[in-house]
């Protein structure tokens, strides 16, 4: 069993940066993929970013490739999501997620674990 918890959501005018944290418990967390995803009000949960076990590979959304970044400290069991120059429609619910698969997947069916979430809120 692996436990995500995410922090650094918040509220935040279109342009501006956030740092979005997810730190894990349990299991070997570099055993695991991660993956975060969003999900808007009347809208299905959206794949953002991925990053493999070791940090070889990075793989983003189209609508955030350039202006996020994920990475990943196995020493400190986090994962992390830098997001610049926001825009109202990242607003959203965002989670972040485990897969005990070699590689990073966008669908959010072949994940193992999931925080609970954090609100990120870009005001125009």
């Known amino acids: 069993q692996v436990q995500l918890v995410e922090s650094g959501g918040g509220l935040v005018q279109a342009g501006g940066s956030l740092r979005l944290s997810c730190a894990a418990s349990?299991?070997?967390?570099?055993?695991?993929?991660m993956g975060w995803f969003r999900q808007a009000p009347g809208k299905e949960r959206e794949f953002v970013a991925g990053?493999?076990?070791?940090?070889?590979?990075?793989y983003y959304a189209d609508s955030v490739k350039g202006r996020f970044t994920i990475s990943r400290d196995n020493a400190k069991n986090t994962v992390y999501l830098q997001m610049n120059s926001l825009k109202p429609e990242d607003t959203a619910v965002y989670f972040c997620?485990?897969?005990?698969?070699?590689?990073?997947?966008?669908?959010?069916?072949?994940?193992?674990?999931w925080g609970q979430g954090t609100q990120v809120t870009v005001s125009s």
């Open positions: 990053i493999t076990r070791r940090e070889d590979y990075t």
């Open positions: 997620a485990g897969n005990s698969a070699v590689q990073v997947s966008r669908a959010p069916r072949t994940y193992d674990y």
């Open positions: 349990g299991r070997t967390f570099s055993n695991y993929a």
